[in-house]
Nanobody, 126 residues
Framework: QVQLVESGGGLVQAGGTLRLSCAAS????????MGWFRQAPGKERDFVAVTTWSAGSTYYADYADSVKGRFTISRDNAKNTVNLQMNSLKPEGTAVYYC????????????????WGQGTQVTVSS
């Protein structure tokens, strides 16, 4: 069982920055695909970013087109954490942000993740 706890959400003005963090339990964190998703009221849960293993013991990061160049995902395997640095935030980024863990690759499809945090609210005012 993997437990995930997000932190760092809040209220920010458009153009501002926030840093989300997710602390994970589990002895094999380094092998998890770790993703961030977001869900606005009345909308589906959307992919934001993923960091997952690649060939040669390196990690691969991917982003939704809507956040490329503004968001950065990073992980610290020694601390079992994954972070999402969000710059130049836009009002359409208002949503509950979820951290998710996959014992496999993960990817951009939420169905690839078995474990989810409780979510943290991000509100971007215009």
């Amino acid at each position: 069982q993997v437990q995930l706890v997000e932190s760092g959400g809040g209220l920010v003005q458009a153009g501002g920055t926030l840093r989300l963090s997710c602390a994970a339990s589990g002895r094999t964190f380094r092998s998890y695909g770790m993703g961030w998703f977001r869900q606005a009221p009345g909308k589906e849960r959307d992919f934001v970013a993923v960091t997952t293993w690649s060939a040669g013991s390196t990690y691969y990061a991917d982003y939704a087109d809507s956040v490329k160049g503004r968001f950065t995902i990073s992980r610290d395997n020694a601390k079992n954490t994954v972070n999402l640095q969000m710059n130049s935030l836009k009002p359409e980024g208002t949503a509950v942000y979820y951290c998710a863990a996959s014992t496999g690759y993960g990817g951009s499809d939420y169905r690839g993740y078995a474990y989810w945090g409780q979510g943290t609210q991000v509100t971007v005012s215009s």
